[in-house]
């Protein structure tokens, strides 16, 4: 988890900035908390998208914790209802991604902007919320198929281990 943590932020910062469109970056750690949520249920996803948010506070934020707990939140409902779906498909982890990265970042305006006097929420919406979840919806299939190839071998792994305990 952490090793996939780091390369998401090294990612984020080093790569996925540099291939912007009008502005707006793929946002690779909303992704990945909805990918992993899925497939590994509701607990680990809320662990790993609060690790993921605190992160994300520590390297890119003005306020510790408000990503973390977004991230918090969003890997606990991404994970919760489905448990036991059909790994293979494609289209719940682009549906989900889609969703999520929507309540992330208007969870993001709420907390940031609105409490300042920012209420402008169309302009926010149209410039940042819509582009970005679009441009990260390209990158979900790709990242949800590395990750359940991950996913796997981990699931393998911890099978083994418990066979001998």
């Not at 990945?32 to 609060?50: N, Q």
């Not at 059909?86 to 682009?94: A, E, G, M, W």
């Not at 792994?157 to 066979?163: P, T, V």
């Amino acid at each position: 988890m952490l090793a996939l943590i780091l390369f998401n932020l090294a990612a984020q910062s080093a790569l996925f900035t540099r291939l912007a469109v009008w502005g707006a970056a793929p946002d690779t750690g909303v992704v990945l908390i909805v990918c992993y949520a899925l497939l590994r249920g509701d607990l680990e996803g809320a662990a790993f998208g609060f690790f993921t948010g605190l992160s994300r506070d520590f390297f890119f934020g003005d306020i510790i914790g408000q990503q973390a707990l977004l991230g918090f939140f969003l890997g606990y409902l991404a994970g919760k209802p489905f448990k036991d779906f059909f790994r293979d498909n494609n289209f719940l982890p682009v549906l989900l991604a889609g969703g999520g990265l929507l309540f992330y970042e208007t969870g993001f305006y709420l907390l940031t902007y609105l409490f300042v006097g920012e209420t402008d929420f169309l302009f926010y919406l149209r410039r940042i919320i819509l582009p970005e979840t679009a441009y990260s919806l390209v990158v979900t299939v790709p990242l949800y198929r590395g990750l359940a190839f991950l996913n796997k071998k981990l699931e393998k792994r911890e099978k083994r281990l418990r066979k001998l305990f």
